[in-house]
């Protein structure tokens, strides 16, 4: 239909304002209620704002009608390209058109069992309805969904479908969709948000790809099944049976959906619990409830498996050779893997002088200041997930209050004329003055802040320094452009000079990370900052006499 006919069925006042505002016919769909309210101001033109609003969205006529569409279990209605033309009466009226609706797909995915409803908010609504302005001047290949709103429609489309097949299913076998379900629902979502279809040529289908993110987010969220543990053997041998969970099955069109699953095994071996021999039913089930409820005393059910660890260790190995490391991943690996971990570090096996080494060198990561402090805090505090930021906010306290205490003790200088950097290494000079130890530290050592910080010379090599350096503790050493945390002789991670007053805090997570000793020299002031700052309380019996003085004497001056 021309242009011209189509202006031809409006009123003579929306025909002449639109024309000279140059609207044509494709534009005509692309505006939005603030360009129709600038075109017809005021409340006399609300109607003709209304016809026009209508005619360009019938879908919310339609929605507001009342009339809900018709479900069916194979049926899928595809949008429509062409905009309908709505028919209204009075003043803004359209002359001799006829109403078409235009198709929505539907939200409702039926299937035999559960009936599933997709996923929708404000900004894919938006994005959607952008889609389709942009279709009608064929311009839709520029429209797309960005990555954030992609995972957000994949995470809520998936933790929707399980809660739904567990509200709706009483079977406790059956707690998460078929692989069946997730490509229906995938189609259905490729149809009603046609943005998220793959490129022509790239697979066979255009919901392959996410159908592979949905089973990808199943994965993840999938509880691992465990081994029931060992029974004793009762006459005839027990039958095993695998349970393979499918993470590298292959689809009927020849899509490979082999993903990494971060939550659970590959598969589990369960053992059949029917005794051969048991003098009545009642008491073989008794004595297995008996044996059921003693190891799960034993083992955690948050725990996952040797072998599920094993593979997060390799998995953790592989993210990290990358050029650039996901660090989300890796922190979740990290999450995963920590039983296994600390067992390994906290073992006898590691020589005191060997053990930062080794453990730098089987978890790279820790490298990484992040990771340090992440670890401090599975550590310490493991379901506080802003342990970290308490931290710095404690230590920021105990600084300023640490400042008038070492100026009060005569063992600091008042920062009134140093800047950021100076005033950090002022306070970290004076903390082992002010919670001192009974041990003198090491002559090569010099004073006791050397076991904590150095400030290189313009003319020294930190290298050279480290190598002579008689302790193998964390240190930070302070050059004129950034910061360093090295171990014994190993340069470990640098960061920016404006973090220095976080510096404390970064060694103690190294000692924590490394499960190290404190040098007899500073060890009254590292555990003040243990139990103040990271308030991770000592053992009354692990308390020396210096640590104890110390703290009465602090206590007494913030007037605890």
């Known amino acids: 239909m021309s242009e011209m006919g189509t202006f031809k069925k409006l009123d003579d006042t929306t025909f002449t304002i639109l024309k000279a505002a140059n609207i044509s016919e494709g534009l005509l769909h692309t505006l939005s209620r603030d360009d129709i309210r600038d075109l017809f101001?005021?409340?006399?033109?609300?109607?003709?704002?209304?016809?026009?609003?209508?005619?360009?969205?019938?879908?919310?006529?339609?929605?507001?009608?009342?009339?809900?569409?018709?479900?069916?279990?194979?049926?899928?209605?595809?949008?429509?390209?062409e905009p309908p033309q709505t028919n209204l009466q009075g003043a803004t009226s359209l002359k001799g058109a006829t109403p078409k609706k235009r198709a929505t797909p539907k939200k409702v995915l039926q299937l035999p069992r559960p009936e599933y409803v997709i996923y929708t908010d404000t900004?894919?609504?938006?994005?959607?309805?952008?889609?389709?302005?942009?279709?009608?001047?064929?311009?839709?290949?520029?429209?797309?969904?960005?990555?954030?709103?992609?995972?957000r429609l994949v995470r809520n489309t998936m933790t929707n479908m399980v809660s739904i097949l567990r509200a709706t299913v009483e079977?406790?076998?059956?707690?998460?969709?078929?692989?069946?379900?997730?490509?229906?629902?995938?189609?259905?979502?490729?149809?009603?948000?046609?943005?998220?279809?793959?490129?022509?040529?790239?697979?066979?289908?255009?919901?392959?790809?996410?159908?592979?993110?949905?089973?990808?987010?199943?994965?993840?969220?999938?509880?691992?099944q465990r081994t029931q543990g060992p029974t004793p053997e009762r006459g005839r041998r027990r039958k095993r049976r695998r349970?393979?969970?499918?993470t590298s099955s292959e689809q009927g069109d020849g899509t490979s959906t082999e993903e990494y699953d971060a939550d659970s095994s590959a598969s589990t071996v369960i053992l059949d619990a029917s005794p051969a021999r048991s003098s009545?039913?009642?008491?073989?089930?008794?004595?297995?409830?008996?044996?059921?409820?003693?190891?799960?005393?034993?083992?955690?059910?948050?725990?996952?498996?040797?072998?599920?660890?094993?593979?997060?260790?390799?998995?953790?190995?592989?993210?990290?050779?990358?050029?650039?490391?996901?660090?989300?991943?890796?922190?979740?690996?990290?999450?995963l893997e920590f039983e296994a971990r600390r067992a390994f570090i906290d073992s006898d096996t590691l020589k005191d002088q060997d053990r930062p080494a080794k453990i730098i060198e089987a978890y790279p990561c820790f490298k990484d200041l992040n990771h340090v402090l992440g670890e401090l805090c599975r550590i310490v505090s493991k379901d506080n997930t802003a342990y970290i930021k308490e931290v710095k906010e404690r230590w920021d306290t105990f600084q300023s209050q640490a400042v008038f205490y070492g100026i009060?003790?005569?063992?600091?200088?008042?920062?009134?004329?140093?800047?950021?950097?100076?005033?950090?290494?002022?306070?970290?000079?004076?903390?082992?003055?002010?919670?001192p130890s009974a041990v003198a530290p090491p002559k090569k050592l010099g004073r006791e802040s050397e076991a904590l910080l150095h400030v290189l010379m313009p003319s020294e090599d930190p290298?050279?320094?480290?190598?002579?350096?008689?302790?193998?503790?964390?240190?930070?050493?302070?050059?004129?452009e950034n910061c360093m945390v090295a171990i014994g002789t190993t340069p470990v991670a640098t960061f920016p000079k404006n973090h220095l007053h976080e510096g404390a805090l970064y060694l103690m997570?190294?000692?924590?990370?490394?499960?190290?000793?404190?040098?007899?020299?500073?060890?009254?002031?590292?555990?003040?900052?243990?139990?103040?700052?990271?308030?991770?309380?000592?053992?009354e019996r692990d308390t020396t006499s210096s640590y104890r003085k110390a703290m009465a004497e602090w206590k007494k001056f913030i007037g605890e």
């Open 41 to 81: 101001p005021g409340p006399e033109h609300f109607l003709r704002r209304r016809s026009i609003w209508q005619m360009i969205h019938p879908e919310e006529q339609a929605s507001n009608s009342g009339h809900p569409q018709s479900l069916s279990d194979g049926s899928s209605a595809s949008p429509s390209n």
């Open 123 to 151: 900004e894919l609504e938006q994005v959607r309805k952008h889609y389709f302005e942009m279709k009608n001047i064929g311009r839709e290949g520029g429209c797309t969904l960005s990555k954030e709103l992609r995972c």
């Open 171 to 224: 079977a406790e076998d059956v707690r998460y969709p078929s692989k069946e379900e997730i490509t229906a629902m995938a189609k259905r979502l490729v149809e009603y948000y046609p943005m998220l279809q793959d490129k022509p040529g790239g697979s066979k289908h255009s919901w392959v790809t996410l159908f592979r993110q949905l089973y990808k987010r199943l994965q993840n969220i999938r509880s691992p």
């Open 243 to 246: 349970i393979d969970f499918g």
């Open 280 to 335: 009545t039913p009642e008491k073989a089930t008794a004595k297995l409830q008996n044996l059921s409820d003693r190891i799960d005393e034993n083992r955690s059910t948050d725990q996952d498996s040797q072998q599920a660890q094993a593979r997060h260790y390799r998995t953790l190995q592989e993210v990290y050779k990358r050029p650039k490391p996901n660090k989300d991943a890796v922190a979740q690996l990290l999450d």
């Open 408 to 435: 009060m003790k005569k063992v600091m200088k008042p920062p009134m004329t140093f800047n950021t950097e100076e005033r950090a290494i002022n306070m970290l000079k004076s903390l082992p003055a002010m919670f």
């Open 463 to 480: 290298n050279t320094y480290l190598q002579r350096r008689p302790l193998s503790c964390p240190v930070l050493i302070v050059d004129k």
């Open 509 to 539: 997570a190294y000692y924590y990370a490394l499960h190290m000793t404190y040098p007899k020299c500073i060890a009254t002031l590292l555990s003040v900052l243990q139990t103040e700052v990271l308030q991770d309380e000592i053992h």
